[in-house]
């Protein structure tokens, strides 16, 4: 079955009245992935947002109130669940194969907006979008925000992580170096050709700050558009006003990159 190709879709309760959501099963590798789409309502919507959800199965899940979020800013948004999760068929595997979910996620993004698509990242959508961003070429910018770059890092930040990291990975970073490495998008992050904006807390102690300046080294060593918005203050989740006006400060920047 092609790739990307919708393979149904139904209504799905939205939160704001300003906002369309649709529940869509598309195809990716042989499988059949959910996600959610948000669709601003009133006004046309020329330009789309993949919003790569954080965390693993039910950890993390997609929440129809923040991508209405950024659909009522006048973007189309779509945000696969990844394979495994919510009726999904296949198995999460934290950035293996399910990396090629959100890679064809873009086409059902594009069966619904004509504009340029946008990465918007949070969590372990990280290493997601960076993956998205190497293995396509029609990405106009991308955002990660407390992302994950690098699976190593995050098993020697994360001991709580580690069990889950082990079963998926088949060992350790010292036993299956080649499991851990072969999910690492920095060794391939010169193929990726369009602007990079990081924002991160630098009092986050899911995704430490390190997994964003590793990012930020492997750009600049390349000589890669990037942007870094560091905030010394906050955590791994930001206050609610806080929240929100980073959110729509990111928008405006994703609608900059868009002239260049």
Not at 23 to 52: C, D, F, M
Not at 153 to 171: H, I, N, Q, S
Request: aromatic share 10%.
């Amino acid at each position: 079955m092609e790739n990307g190709k919708i393979e149904s879709a139904k209504r799905y309760p939205s939160p704001n009245p300003q906002v369309k959501l649709t529940e869509i099963v598309y195809w990716s590798e042989g499988l059949k992935v959910k996600g959610l789409l948000a669709e601003p309502v009133n006004r046309e919507s020329t330009s789309g947002i993949l919003y790569l959800r954080g965390g693993i199965q039910s950890i993390g899940m997609v929440r129809p109130a923040r991508i209405a979020q950024f659909a009522s800013y006048g973007f189309t948004v779509f945000a696969p669940y990844y394979r495994g999760n919510r009726g999904g068929e296949g198995r999460d595997e934290f950035a293996g194969a399910d990396r090629w979910d959100a890679v064809h996620a873009v086409e059902v993004l594009k069966q619904k907006c004509p504009g340029p698509v946008h990465l918007l990242a949070f969590s372990r959508g990280g290493i997601m979008a960076l993956w998205t961003a190497v293995l396509r070429d029609d990405i106009a910018s991308v955002v990660t925000w407390a992302g994950v770059t690098d699976t190593v890092l995050t098993y020697k930040e994360r001991p709580d992580m580690r069990r889950m990291m082990k079963r998926l990975y088949g060992g350790t970073p010292n036993t299956a170096l080649t499991a851990f490495e072969e999910r690492n998008p920095l060794l391939r992050i010169e193929e990726a050709h369009m602007p990079f904006l990081i924002i991160h807390g630098l009092q986050d102690e899911n995704v430490f700050p390190a997994q964003a300046y590793l990012l930020e080294e492997a750009l600049k060593m390349n000589n890669q558009t990037h942007e870094t918005w560091y905030f010394p203050e906050y955590t791994h989740f930001f206050p609610p006003a806080a929240n929100r006006k980073v959110a729509k400060a990111l928008t405006i920047w994703m609608k900059e990159q868009e002239k260049n």
